[in-house]
C-alpha cells in the first residue's frame, strides 16, 4: 500500500475508501481488515511501530464510516 510508503496522501486514501464503499458496496470492516493485515504483513519493509502510526488516522476513519459520519 503506497500510502504506508507516504507516496499517497491519507485524503487520497480516505477518497478512495468511500468511493469502494459507495460504488462497490464494500464494507467498512473489511477495510478495516485490509488495513490490519498490511500492519502485520512481515513484507513490508516499514517499521512495526511506523505502521500502526500511519495506521491509525486511517483506522480512525473507518471507525467514523461504520457510525455514519462524513466527516474527516
Same mark, same amino acid.
Given at each position: 500500500m503506497s500510502y504506508f510508503f507516504d507516496k499517497i496522501?491519507?485524503?487520497?486514501?480516505? /477518497? +478512495?475508501?468511500?468511493?469502494?464503499?459507495?460504488?462497490? /458496496? +464494500?464494507?467498512p470492516g473489511e477495510i478495516r481488515d485490509i488495513i490490519g493485515l498490511k500492519i502485520l504483513d512481515p513484507g513490508l519493509n516499514i517499521p512495526s511501530k511506523v505502521r500502526e502510526e500511519k495506521a491509525r488516522?486511517?483506522?480512525?476513519?473507518?471507525?467514523r464510516l461504520k457510525k455514519g459520519e462524513r466527516n474527516d
Open positions: 496522501p491519507l485524503n487520497v486514501v480516505m /477518497g +478512495v475508501v468511500r468511493r469502494a464503499i459507495k460504488s462497490y /458496496g +464494500v464494507k488516522p486511517l483506522l480512525e476513519f473507518i471507525e
